[in-house]
């Protein structure tokens, strides 16, 4: 399950980007920095998905749900490719 909400949530973000890039200047679109995606977890088993957070490389590009714990597994990748 948890791939299928992370599938639709980057459908989303690249739907939202696409919108925004007509009505925003290019200087707000240049891509520095990185993408990241955190899945939080209700334990140290790292088995039940709790939150999730991506920030994309667009100053507000950010989405949040659920919970945040300590128990987390970050990715990131570089902007700009």
Known sequence: MPALRRRLVMLAVV????MSMSV????????T???VEAFYYS????????GYEFSGC????????GYQTEFV???RERCGW
């Open 58 to 65: 667009n100053p507000g590009e950010t989405f949040r749900s």
């Open 73 to 75: 597994r970050r990715y």
């Open 24 to 31: 925003v200047p290019a200087t707000a679109t240049t891509q």
């Open 43 to 50: 334990d140290a088993t790292y088995t039940v998905e709790v």
């Open 33 to 35: 920095g990185y993408m």
């Open 15 to 18: 739907v939202g980007t696409a």
